[in-house]
C-alpha cells in the first residue's frame, strides 16, 4: 500500500499537483467554514436499509456519472486532440433506449435490465462510432463532428420515447440508482470503481495507453512505427460510447424517468473540465484518467459547498467558473513562468539588500 | 473575352464554401418556394427569419472573427443574456435608454478583454476560457434574477413597438384587397450593417487580414512581423464588443429578460459560422457566408414546420441533418482540392 | 577590412537546455556581397540565424548594425531594422494572396487598398522576374515561386541585410539561376546577403566570401577564391573523422556471397517513381543525391510509409505485400524516418516508451509489455548505446538530437531487424554520436543486418557503404562499387558526367 502511494506521487504527481492541491484547499476551505461538513452518519432510506450519508457521500455519489464520462472523454481528448461535446445528447438517447427496453419488456428482472442495458450500450456505441468516423476517416476536428449529435441528439431521444417523457419504477432500477439492499454505499460509486477498474485493466492487458498517447502527440509518426491512428481513434470514441451508456443507464435508475431534456444536461462541458482540471492537455497526447477523475470530484466537491454556502442551483455556476479560471490561470506555463522570475527576482534584490546592509 | 476569364484567378477556398452554401441556401429556398409554397411565398418569410435571428446574426459575426483567427469562443450566447437581462433590470429601474447601451456594450466588451487577455497573453485553451466564461454569465444572469423580467420602461418600449420599418411594395396581398406591407425589425438594420462593417474590416482592414494570417499560419504571421498576441486579443474584445449588441438587439426584439434566454446560441452561432464555410481550423471563412448560414439554418427549420412535420423533434433532427452534410461535403471539397494541390 | 562593416556580430552565445548551441561565434557582413554561412548540420548555422532574426534571444555577445550597437527582440523587430529573412521551410501564409504576403504586416494604414498594392506587388514581381500574379493564392503557387516572393517581400522592404536560409534546396536549376541573378542585382544595389546552403557549387558560383562554423564554434571567415573546395569540406567536417577507413573490397566478396534479402521490381508510390532495388543479406548499401532527388521517397516506398502504388516486392525470396508500415516491420523491416521531430520521437512520451514502442507494435496490442520487462529494455539499450539521459522516465523531446537519434536506433534494434533503413541518422548531431551511429552500422551489417544508409553527406556513405545507388529527378541515375566509390565519381554521377 505505502508502495502504490509512492509509485502514485513519483509517477504522476507532476501532473495531479493542481487537482490534489485543489481538492486540499476545499476540504480545508469547508472545514474552516463548516467542521462537521465532512462528517459521515447512517441514515435510513425509505426502504429501512442503513445507508451512509453525508457530504462526501453526495459528492462522490453526485459526481459518478460525471466521472464515468470524463473516463471516456480522457480517451478521446489524448487520442484526438479534442472533445466530444455530444456525451450529454448521447446519454439522452442511451437513457431513452434503456426505458424503451425496458418497457416494451413483459416484466422488469435481472436479465431484461441488463439486455436493456446492453442494447443502450450498442446504440451508444454506434453514435460514438459515427463521430468517432467523422473524426478518424474524414479529419474533421472532434468539436466540430460532434456538434452535429450535440445539436440533435436530444431530440433523437425524444423521438424513441415517441414524444414522451416515460416514467418506470423497479426495485431493480432504483438500487441501480441509489442503493442495492444490504450496501451502504450508493451503488452509483460502486459503479465508477468497477468502470475505473475495467479501464485500468484494459490498460494493464493491452498496450492501449501508450498507443494512444502516440497518437495523440504524434500522430505521423505514429504512423511510422505501424500504429493504425484511424483505428485507435475511432476505439477511443466506441469507448467514450460505452461510457456514455453506462452514465445513461445510471442517470435514467436514479430518476426512474427519462426526460430527454435534462437528464446530464450541460454535462459535456464538465466532463471536458474534469479532464482539463485533472492536468490532462486538451491538446491531447498524455493523459491519466485519475487525474480526470479527480477532476470530476473537484466539480462535485465545489458545487456542494457552494450548495452548503446557500447559493442556489442556478447560480452556481456562476461560482463554478470563477473557481475554474483560477485554477487554469494558476496552472498556466506563462504564469509559473513570471512567478519564478519574479521569485528569483525577489530573491536577488533580498541579496543585494542584505550586501548593502553588510557593507553599512 | 477568353482572356479575361483567363485571367481570373480559382477561388479561394473561402470563396467556394461560401459559394457553395450560398448555392444550396437559394436551391433550398427556391424548393420550398415550389413545393411548399404558402410564406415562402411573401416577402415577409425573409423578414421575419431576419427579425428572428438579428442578434444570433451578430453573435456569429463575432464569433466568424474569432474562428478565422483560429479560435473559439463559446461564452456568446451567454453573454447576450445576460446582457439582455441587466439592461432589463436596468431599465426597470428607471434607466436612461443611452445608458442601458453603453450598460450592453460595456458587459459585452468587458468579457472580451479578460476572456482575450486570459487566452492571448495567458496562453491558457480558449475553450476553456470561454466555457467558464459561459458559465459566469449564465449564473449571472440567474443571480440578477430568476423571474422573467417585462421590461415596463415607457421610452424603450414606445422604441419596442415602433420599431418595424414597413415596406409597402414588398408586401402581399390578403384577401380582401388591403396591402399588408412587410415589416423589418430596427435590430435586423443594425445587423445588417454590423455584417456588411464586419466584411468590410476582414477583406480590407489591415486587422481583419492579419486575423486570416495568423488563423492560417501562426507561426509565419509572427515571421511576418505581425503581433499575433494582440491580434488574438483584439479577436475576441471584437467578439465580446458584438456579443454585447447582440445583447441589446435582443432585448429589443423581446422587451423582456429571461435566464433562457438565448439558450443554445452558442452552438447554433457555431453551426452557422461553419455551415457558412468558416473553418474551425482557422485562416478560412467569410461573414457573408456566415450570415447565409444562419439563413440556412432557418429556412430548413420553417422547411420542417412547413411540410407538417409537427412532432418536436424534427426541427432538431433535421438541423442536425443538414450539419451533418455541410461539414461532410466541406471536408470533401477541401480534401480533394489538397490532392489535387498536391499533385 | 577596409570595406564597410554593414552588420557584425560578436562573441554570440546561445544555449540550450544540456547543449551549447552557440560559443563566442563572431561574423560579420559588408555592404554588397554574398556571404556564404557553411557548416554541417548541427553546426550552429541556423541558430545564428535565428538570433540574428529575433527568433531566439542571445544570451552572451553583441550586434552591431551600420556601427551602431542594437538588440533583436523579435522577427518583428528584425524586420523593423532592416534584417530580412527567408527561412528554408517557408514562412509565408499559404491562404492569403502573393500581394497580400509581400505587404502584411509591416507599417500601413488601417485600411488596405488591394488593387494598389496588386498594382505595386505585380511591379515589382515583374522587375524581378518573378513568375506569379499578384492576386494568385501563394498556396496555389510552386515552393520556388512561394520562395522568390518572401524574398520580393524583403526586397520591398529596403532590407539591408537579407538572410537566405537554404533557398535553393527546393528549387530546380533554371530557378536556381533566376535566384542567383536576383542575388547580384541584390548586392549591386548594396544588400548584404548572407546565403546558407548545403551545395558546395554554388557557394563557388555566387558567393563572395564564407565563414565556416563547426560544433557551434567559428573556424574562420575565408575569401571564396582563396579558399578551395576540397578545404572547405575539410575544416567543415574536421579532422577526427579520418579514422575510420574505407571498407576493403574483400567485404564486396563477402556481401557478394550472401543470399537476397530484399528485393522490389517496378515499386513506386503516391511520391517515388518506379524503381529495382534489391540489398543482401549483411550488406550496407545508400541512396545518394540532392535533396529532392527522391532518395528519400524512395526508401519510404520500400518501408510503405506512402501509398505503394505498384511494383512486386520479394524479401527472402518469397513474394509479399508492403503497403503498410505495421506489414514491412512484420518482415524484419525496420525505418528511420528523416525528419526525427515530426516522424521519429513521439516527444512527450518518455525514453522508455519510445524505445519500446515499435517491439510493442509489433507484439500486438494485446500483448503488452511488462514495466519491469520495457525498464530493462530501455535501461540496456540506454547503456549499449551510450545514451545520456536524466532517467529512463525523461521525456524524450528533452534530450539533445544526438541522443533522440540514438532512442530511435534502440527502438528499431530492439526489434531485432533483418533490414534497417536509416534515413539521415546524422542529420543534425554532433560529431562524436555521428561516429558512434556509423560504427553501429558497420557492426550490425557483421552481425548479417543488412542497412541501407542515407546521408547529405557524400563521404559518411562513402565510408559505410558497399553498394551506391545515385538519384537525380527522382530517378536512379547509377550504381557504384568497388573502385568507382569515391568522391569525384560520385559527385560526376550526381551531375550526371559532366560535373
Redesign the interface.
Known amino acids: 500500500m505505502k508502495n502504490a502511494i509512492k509509485k502514485l506521487f513519483r509517477g504522476g504527481l507532476g501532473q495531479l499537483t493542481i487537482p490534489l492541491v485543489a481538492i486540499a484547499l476545499l476540504a480545508i476551505f469547508n472545514l474552516i467554514r463548516d467542521p462537521g461538513f465532512f462528517s459521515i452518519g447512517i441514515a435510513h432510506n425509505s426502504n429501512g436499509n442503513a445507508v451512509l450519508s453525508g457530504n462526501i457521500i453526495s459528492i462522490i455519489n453526485g459526481a459518478s456519472e460525471l466521472a464515468i464520462l470524463a473516463i471516456g472523454m480522457t480517451l478521446v481528448t489524448a487520442a484526438c486532440g479534442g472533445q466530444d461535446i455530444s456525451v450529454g445528447a448521447a446519454a439522452a438517447i442511451a437513457g431513452s433506449v434503456f426505458v424503451k427496453v425496458l418497457k416494451s419488456a413483459s416484466s422488469i428482472n435481472g436479465g431484461t435490465v441488463l439486455l436493456a442495458f446492453l442494447l443502450s450500450c450498442i446504440v451508444a456505441m454506434l453514435f460514438g462510432a459515427f463521430n468517432g468516423t467523422l473524426v478518424a476517416v474524414f479529419k474533421i476536428q472532434p468539436m466540430i463532428a460532434t456538434l452535429i449529435l450535440y445539436t440533435c441528439g436530444r431530440s433523437i431521444a425524444y423521438w424513441i420515447n415517441g414524444g414522451a417523457t416515460p416514467t418506470i419504477s423497479n426495485s431493480i432500477l432504483s438500487a441501480i440508482g441509489g442503493f442495492i439492499p444490504g450496501i451502504p454505499l450508493p451503488t452509483p460509486v460502486i459503479i465508477v470503481v468497477v468502470m475505473a477498474i475495467l479501464f485500468k485493466l484494459l490498460f494493464h492487458f493491452t498496450s492501449l495507453e501508450l498507443f494512444t498517447q502516440s497518437v495523440g502527440i504524434n500522430g505521423g509518426a505514429a504512423r511510422l512505427n505501424g500504429i493504425n491512428p484511424t483505428f485507435i481513434k475511432l476505439l477511443s470514441f466506441v469507448l467514450l460510447g460505452a461510457c456514455v451508456s453506462v452514465a445513461g443507464c445510471i442517470g435514467v435508475s436514479r430518476l426512474g424517468l427519462i426526460n430527454h431534456e435534462t437528464l446530464l444536461l450541460d454535462i459535456e462541458m464538465d466532463a471536458i473540465l474534469a479532464v482539463a482540471i485533472g492536468g490532462n492537455s486538451l491538446g491531447g497526447g498524455r493523459f491519466k484518467i485519475i487525474g480526470s477523475i479527480l477532476g470530476a470530484y473537484i466539480i462535485q466537491t465545489l458545487t456542494i459547498t457552494l450548495y452548503a454556502m446557500k447559493v442556489s442551483s442556478t447560480d452556481v455556476k456562476a461560482y463554478k467558473a470563477i473557481v475554474i479560471v483560477l485554477l487554469v490561470v494558476i496552472g498556466s506555463p506563462v504564469v509559473k513562468q513570471r512567478f519564478t522570475k519574479f521569485m528569483t527576482r525577489l530573491a536577488e534584490n533580498r541579496k543585494k539588500v542584505s550586501a548593502k546592509g553588510a557593507e553599512e | 473575352m477568353k482572356n479575361l476569364l483567363k485571367?481570373k484567378?480559382?477561388l479561394?477556398?473561402?470563396q467556394l464554401l461560401m459559394t457553395i452554401t450560398i448555392g444550396i441556401f437559394c436551391i433550398m429556398y427556391i424548393l420550398a418556394m415550389v413545393l411548399l409554397g404558402g410564406g415562402f411565398l411573401r416577402a415577409q418569410q425573409i423578414f421575419d427569419m431576419l427579425n428572428d435571428n438579428a442578434s444570433l446574426i451578430i453573435v456569429s459575426c463575432g464569433l466568424t472573427i474569432v474562428m478565422i483567427g483560429g479560435g473559439?469562443d463559446i461564452s456568446v450566447g451567454a453573454v447576450t443574456s445576460l446582457v439582455v437581462m441587466s439592461c432589463a433590470i436596468y431599465l426597470n429601474k428607471g434607466g436612461n435608454i443611452f445608458v442601458s447601451v453603453l450598460l450592453a456594450i460595456g458587459i459585452g466588451l468587458a468579457f472580451g478583454l479578460v476572456q482575450g487577455f486570459?487566452i492571448s497573453?495567458?496562453?491558457?485553451?480558449p475553450?476553456?476560457?470561454t466555457?467558464?466564461?459561459?458559465?459566469?454569465a449564465?449564473?449571472?444572469t440567474?443571480?440578477l434574477s430568476?423571474d422573467p423580467q417585462k421590461v415596463t420602461h415607457k421610452g424603450f418600449l414606445n422604441l419596442h413597438n415602433n420599431k418595424e420599418i414597413r415596406i409597402r411594395w414588398l408586401g402581399h396581398r390578403v384577401p380582401n384587397g388591403n396591402i399588408i406591407p412587410a415589416e423589418m425589425e430596427f435590430g435586423v438594420v443594425i445587423a445588417l450593417i454590423i455584417v456588411i462593417i464586419v466584411f468590410l474590416l476582414l477583406k480590407?482592414?489591415?486587422?481583419g487580414?492579419?486575423f486570416?494570417?495568423m488563423?492560417?499560419?501562426q507561426?509565419?504571421?509572427?515571421?511576418?512581423?505581425?503581433?499575433v498576441k494582440k491580434t488574438r486579443f483584439l479577436s475576441y474584445v471584437i467578439c465580446g464588443f458584438l456579443s454585447g449588441i447582440s445583447g441589446y438587439v435582443f432585448l429589443m426584439h423581446t422587451a423582456a429578460g429571461n435566464?433562457t434566454n438565448a439558450a443554445g446560441m452558442e452552438?447554433n452561432a457555431?453551426?452557422s459560422s461553419?455551415i457558412g464555410g468558416t473553418l474551425?481550423?482557422g485562416?478560412?471563412g467569410n461573414v457573408i457566408g456566415t450570415f447565409f448560414g444562419v439563413m440556412s439554418l432557418t429556412t430548413i427549420k420553417k422547411i420542417v414546420v412547413s411540410s407538417g412535420l409537427n412532432?418536436?423533434?424534427?426541427?432538431?433532427?433535421t438541423?442536425?441533418?443538414m450539419?451533418?452534410f455541410f461539414?461532410?461535403l466541406q471536408?470533401?471539397v477541401l480534401?480533394r482540392r489538397q490532392k489535387r494541390?498536391n499533385k | 577590412m577596409q570595406e564597410e562593416c554593414l552588420l557584425t556580430m560578436r562573441g554570440i552565445e546561445k544555449r540550450f537546455p544540456g547543449v551549447l548551441a552557440l560559443n563566442g561565434v563572431d561574423f560579420s557582413l559588408r555592404k554588397g556581397e554574398i556571404h556564404a554561412l557553411m557548416g554541417e548540420n548541427g553546426a550552429g548555422k541556423s541558430t545564428l540565424i535565428k538570433v540574428l532574426t529575433g527568433v531566439y534571444q542571445m544570451d552572451g555577445g553583441e550586434i552591431r548594425l551600420s556601427g551602431e550597437n542594437i538588440v533583436i527582440r523579435s522577427p518583428e523587430d528584425a524586420q523593423n531594422k532592416g534584417i530580412s529573412t527567408v527561412y528554408q521551410e517557408i514562412t509565408l501564409c499559404p491562404n492569403l494572396t502573393v500581394s497580400e504576403n509581400m505587404f502584411i504586416g509591416r507599417k500601413s494604414g488601417f485600411v488596405i487598398r488591394h488593387k494598389d498594392r496588386e498594382k505595386r506587388a505585380d511591379e515589382i514581381l515583374k522587375r524581378l522576374g518573378i513568375p506569379a500574379r499578384s492576386t494568385q493564392l501563394l498556396g496555389n503557387c510552386s515552393l520556388a515561386v512561394q520562395q522568390m516572393v518572401a524574398i520580393a517581400r524583403a526586397v520591398d522592404m529596403q532590407c539591408k541585410v537579407l538572410i537566405l536560409d537554404e533557398p535553393t534546396s527546393s528549387l530546380d536549376d533554371n530557378e536556381v539561376q533566376m535566384l542567383f541573378k536576383l542575388m547580384r542585382d541584390l548586392r549591386g544595389q548594396g544588400v548584404g546577403i548572407i546565403f546558407v546552403t548545403h551545395f558546395l557549387e554554388q557557394v563557388y558560383e555566387v558567393s563572395d566570401r564564407i565563414t565556416v562554423l563547426r560544433n557551434g564554434e567559428l573556424v574562420g571567415e575565408y575569401l571564396t577564391e582563396e579558399l578551395p573546395q576540397v578545404q572547405l569540406v575539410s575544416k567543415m567536417i574536421g579532422k577526427e573523422l579520418e579514422e575510420l577507413s574505407n571498407l576493403g573490397d574483400s567485404e564486396d566478396n563477402r556481401i557478394m556471397a550472401q543470399e537476397v534479402f530484399y528485393e522490389a521490381k517496378g515499386l513506386s508510390s503516391t511520391e517515388a517513381m518506379p524503381f529495382d532495388f534489391s540489398i543482401r543479406k549483411g550488406e550496407v548499401n545508400g541512396f545518394t543525391g540532392l535533396l529532392g532527388s527522391g532518395r528519400s521517397e524512395s526508401v519510404r516506398a520500400i518501408f510503405g510509409a506512402d501509398k505503394v502504388n505498384g511494383g512486386t516486392v520479394t524479401v527472402k525470396g518469397k513474394p509479399v505485400k508492403i503497403t503498410r508500415p505495421v506489414e514491412a516491420m512484420k518482415h524484419g523491416i525496420g525505418y528511420l524516418a528523416e525528419d526525427r521531430k515530426r516522424d521519429g520521437i513521439i516527444a512527450d512520451l518518455s525514453v522508455r516508451e519510445n524505445i519500446i514502442l515499435a517491439l510493442q507494435v509489433m507484439n500486438g496490442i494485446f500483448k503488452p509489455i511488462s514495466r519491469s520487462e520495457s525498464e530493462a529494455f530501455a535501461d540496456e539499450y540506454i547503456k549499449a548505446l551510450n545514451i545520456k539521459t536524466a532517467s529512463r522516465e525523461t521525456p524524450v523531446g528533452s534530450l539533445s538530437g544526438g541522443n533522440q537519434q540514438k532512442v530511435i536506433l534502440a527502438r528499431w534494434l530492439l526489434t531485432h531487424p533483418d533490414y534497417l533503413i536509416l534515413d539521415e541518422p546524422t542529420r543534425g548531431i554532433d560529431v562524436g554520436t555521428k561516429l558512434e551511429i556509423q560504427k553501429l552500422v558497420l557492426k550490425l551489417a557483421e552481425e548479417g543486418v543488412s542497412v541501407t544508409f542515407i546521408s547529405s553527406e557524400v563521404e559518411e556513405m562513402l565510408r559505410t557503404c558497399s553498394r551506391l545507388i545515385v538519384m537525380r529527378d527522382r530517378h536512379i541515375v547509377g550504381e557504384l562499387t568497388g573502385k568507382d566509390l569515391n568522391q569525384t565519381q560520385v559527385m560526376k554521377t550526381i551531375a550526371g558526367g559532366e560535373g
Not at chain 2, 480590407?204 to 486587422?207: A, N, S
Not at chain 2, 412532432?311 to 433532427?317: G, H
Request: contains cysteine; aromatic residues 10%.
Open positions: 485571367r484567378e480559382p479561394t477556398d473561402t473559439i486570459l497573453y495567458l496562453e491558457i485553451q475553450f476553456i476560457v466555457l467558464a466564461g459561459m458559465f459566469f449564465r449564473g449571472m440567474t443571480i430568476v480590407f482592414g489591415r486587422l487580414r492579419n486570416y494570417a488563423g492560417g499560419n507561426q509565419s504571421a509572427l515571421m511576418l512581423g505581425i503581433n435566464a452552438m457555431i453551426a461553419i474551425l481550423t485562416g478560412v412532432d418536436p423533434w424534427w426541427q432538431s433532427i438541423t442536425g441533418g450539419l451533418c461539414i461532410l471536408s470533401v480534401g494541390k
